[in-house]
């Protein structure tokens, strides 16, 4: 006697939509993705980023979570997001463990990274695929640098 039949469609592999050939197809169907790293000293820009359409997920960064990027390994939460927003405390230097995962995790070449300075106002600099911004700028002014990093909207 035959078991249940299993719909195929349930049965078929996840598809990893984070495949660079993908990318047009997550632009038109989904939310973008925005991963928001470390102690946020500065504003908090969660609220505002999720207003502009952004699905915002948070890590608390080495030194509070275990990091595979530390191991050698690549980390999903940075490889599915469309955009990094990685703080770092340069007042801190070595004295914060944290830092050497979280510049690895801006450095992480899967997608953008702006690198939030807290405790500064220096105005936002974009260079290719990286940028930098004080984070103790407007959260208006961080979310417009998020929104210049992942791309123009294809509806404007």
């Known amino acids: 006697m035959e078991g249940p039949k299993m719909d195929p469609e349930l049965a078929a592999p996840t598809l990893a939509l984070s495949r660079p050939e993908l990318a047009e197809i997550r632009r038109r169907y989904a939310r973008p993705e925005v991963l928001v790293v470390g102690p946020n000293r500065g504003v908090p820009i969660e609220d505002g980023l999720m207003e502009r ?3 915002v997920t948070t890590c608390e960064g080495p030194g509070k979570k275990d990091c595979p990027l530390l191991r050698g390994r690549s980390c999903d939460l940075r490889t599915h997001a469309d ?9 801190k230097g070595r ?12 450095a992480e070449g899967s997608s953008p990274a702006l690198i939030a300075l807290d405790g500064r106002l220096d105005p936002g600099n974009v ?5 930098t911004i004080g984070a103790a700028r407007s959260v208006r002014e961080i979310v417009e640098l998020v929104d210049r990093l992942y791309g123009p909207d294809e509806d404007a």
């Open 53 to 55: 359409g952004w699905q």
């Open 83 to 91: 955009v990094a927003v990685v703080h770092i405390d340069p007042s």
């Open 127 to 131: 260079e290719g695929a990286a940028a």
């Open 95 to 106: 004295s914060d463990g944290g830092l050497l995962g979280r510049v690895r995790c801006a």
